[in-house]
């Protein structure tokens, strides 16, 4: 495979992955995290340094919007719920073996 088209299937995989996480706000950044290690804040950061090594003019705030599908503070009313004590413990259980 070309890199160009590996380029392109990576990039199509990805739009495929923030659509997902779009359509189901029901999951939950600390879910993510506990599970997965990264969360959606994680793919605005990610999205940032990108864009930084390519020289464009991309803060995090804009990236969150592009990776949440609104601005962040809309998406967080709508659908981020309070973080139960047992994800709580189950969070700091997985930071606390990462060290």
């Known amino acids: 495979m070309d890199d160009n088209t590996r380029t392109q299937l990576e990039a199509a995989a990805f739009r495929r992955?923030?659509?997902?996480?779009?359509?189901?706000?029901?999951?939950?950044?600390?879910?993510?995290?506990?599970?997965?290690d990264f969360c959606r804040n994680c793919l605005a950061k990610w999205y940032v340094a990108a864009a930084e090594d390519q020289n464009v003019d991309l803060n995090y705030e804009q990236a969150r919007e592009i990776i949440y599908g609104m601005p962040y503070k809309e998406w967080q009313a709508k659908y981020q719920g309070e973080a139960t004590p047992e994800q709580l413990a189950a969070l700091e259980k997985k930071l606390k073996s990462k060290s």
Not at 17 to 36: C, E, G, K, P, R
């Open 17 to 36: 992955l923030i659509h997902h996480l779009q359509t189901h706000s029901d999951v939950q950044n600390i879910d993510l995290m506990i599970l997965a």
